[in-house]
């Protein structure tokens, strides 16, 4: 892939602005910040060995900054995430796993985002290229742009983030395509930054359709180099990823159902294969809202540490004792109060069970939890400040559609853009 690099750079040229604009400086900038934090009690019963845990946490902590120049022809985005000092324990998160957690959701890297896009129009179509350390064009967005505050478990199936990516989008009336390349380890603490050594050793495509106006289907791959052993040397991924996402013109609610798969490789010999099945709505009326998640995920169970919620980082070999199928029904339901700072408050309730997918196993759910049903409850409340968050995941002529809902005014979770009657925003 290494190959690919400098031709993918050299398409940046395309893309370099004429003098004569660069002469209007900052006359056409516009720059959007926000701010946000979720405050929220979660109980779980049973959490582990039978016990019953109730946790409190400050999470998803995080800043924004979105600044476009020369009429959005040069984007830059940022997103500070602080979770590595409020979360570092983990967050309790029935079934989640990933870099080094179990059970509790990781803490992102404190530099969750931060991309340059350049755009152009030619004719009819736009193209677009981005770099930085962001999303890689796989999959769905981010749990966090999306109405639910606990993450579904099929976030590492589903989405590859935090990495450092170069991506072109070009965008032609109702079609979006997209390539990227990035490196293919995870982050392995909130401080990790992308190994220099493994820049773009990873790939993925994706293609976007919008056959109606309120109709987005995608479908997406990816192969994603030892994301689990920084060094290298560990098993590969091979990833692929469709969904359908409507949406309702008057702005009360949409609906995503999504597919993904994950098989982890040696070489050419396929060693394990995890699948999910999404389908989550959610929609509002007045200062009301509510929404309805269903998730079948197969996830690895590895082997634990002295601490039961962690895991090796990076894993041995041997290192998964059992594989587990979980599915969970999560409804939560919130209210709206506008302010200078927003105030949501919120409950969310998930009924969740789990069962072995390989018997006998050297993970026995029953065992290790108490029960293979669970219950977890969540209050809490979001406050948030200015823009509210972005599509994450898509940058330039892939957030094209994002752009023209903006213009519209349109704004559901996961859309919104920001702006109303908490934003703050500085423009020309």
């Known amino acids: 892939m290494s190959q690919i690099v400098g031709p993918l750079c050299g398409l940046a040229f395309v893309f370099l602005f004429p003098i004569q604009a660069m002469a209007q400086g900052l006359a ?7 701010a946000q934090a979720i405050a929220v009690v979660t109980r779980e019963s049973p959490a582990i060995h039978g016990a019953t845990l109730t946790e409190g946490y400050l999470t998803q902590p995080v800043l924004m900054a979105d600044l476009g120049l020369w009429k959005n022809a040069l984007h830059l985005k940022g997103t500070i995430d602080f979770e590595g000092t409020t979360l570092k324990r983990g967050e309790l998160n ?3 796993t990933g870099e080094g957690y179990a059970d509790r959701r990781h803490p992102h890297t404190y530099l969750h985002e931060l991309v340059a896009t350049v755009q152009r129009q030619i004719g009819h179509a736009s193209a677009s290229l ?4 962001g999303f890689a064009p796989f999959g769905t967005d981010d749990p966090m742009s999306r109405p639910f505050e606990k993450y579904p478990i099929n976030h590492h199936l589903s989405q590859i983030l935090e990495r450092a990516i170069t991506v072109v989008a070009v965008q032609a009336k109702s079609i979006i395509v997209e390539g990227g390349l990035f490196n ?17 050793d990873s790939w993925s495509g994706r293609v976007t359709a919008n056959p109606f106006t309120q109709t987005e289907l995608q479908a997406s791959y990816a192969r994603v180099k030892s994301p689990e052993n920084a060094a290298g040397g560990g098993l590969d991924q091979r990833k692929q ?6 949406e309702d013109p008057q702005q009360s609610g949409y609906a995503l159902l999504e597919w993904a798969r994950t098989a982890d490789y040696a ?7 995890y699948s999910t099945l999404l389908a989550e709505t959610w929609a509002k009326y007045g200062a009301v809202n509510g929404a309805l998640r269903f998730e079948r995920t197969d996830r690895p169970d590895e082997e634990r540490l002295l601490d039961p919620f ?5 894993e041995p070999d041997l290192s998964v004792a059992g594989r587990s199928r979980w599915n969970i029904l999560t409804a939560r339901f919130a209210t709206s109060l506008p302010g200078a700072i927003a105030l949501d408050p919120f409950v969310e309730i998930a009924r969740i069970r789990v069962r072995e997918l390989i018997e006998p196993s050297g993970f026995d759910p029953r065992a290790f939890y108490g029960s293979t049903r669970m219950w977890s409850v969540s209050l809490g409340a979001k406050m948030s400040f200015g823009m509210t968050h972005m599509r994450m995941g898509r ?13 519209s005014g349109e704004a559901m979770p996961g859309m919104k853009m920001g702006g109303g009657s908490n934003a703050a925003a500085i423009g020309k």
């Open 94 to 96: 029935a079934g989640m």
């Open 310 to 314: 962690r895991t090796s980082v990076p």
């Open 241 to 246: 990823s469709a969904s359908i996402r409507l």
């Open 184 to 200: 293919g380890d995870e982050p392995e603490g909130p401080g990790d930054t992308p190994n220099r050594r493994r820049y773009w």
């Open 267 to 273: 070489g050419a010999q396929q060693a394990f294969v």
């Open 395 to 407: 940058y330039g002529a892939a957030a094209a559609r994002s752009a023209q809902m903006k213009k």
């Open 28 to 34: 056409d900038q516009q720059l959007e910040l926000g």
């Open 130 to 133: 981005t770099a930085g350390k």
